[in-house]
């Protein structure tokens, strides 16, 4: 699974053209897109999408998956850490602590 975001689909859409491509020769089996700035004044963000797809990623996670995240480590990559975090207490039942030490790890 890989999960991308930007703010238009139009504009900065990176690799838009290769995605397909790099999904079949890869093994990615789903591409989970999300553009903040598409609808007006309805963002989606990533962590939105792995949000929605939270049970897939669970399982990922627990079979060893690997996981990177790319772009602003300002704003985008302290959300989708948090994230990470709101999802391993919830699974794991860990609390936050275990859960932040669990998420540093991965």
Not at 26 to 50: M, N
Request: charged share 30%.
């Amino acid at each position: 699974h890989l999960f991308f975001g930007c703010r238009y689909s139009k504009i900065d859409y990176l690799y838009e053209q290769e995605w397909p491509l790099y999904k079949a020769l890869s093994g990615i089996t789903d591409l989970h897109l999300a553009f903040s700035r598409e609808v007006k004044g309805h963002k989606v963000y990533v962590q939105d999408r792995l949000r929605e797809q939270q049970e897939v990623v669970w399982d990922l996670i627990e079979k060893g998956g690997h996981i990177y995240v790319c772009g602003d480590a300002k704003n985008m990559a302290r959300d989708v850490n948090h994230m990470f975090i709101e999802l391993v207490q919830q699974k794991a039942g860990m609390t936050l602590e275990k859960a932040e030490g669990f998420v540093k790890e991965l």
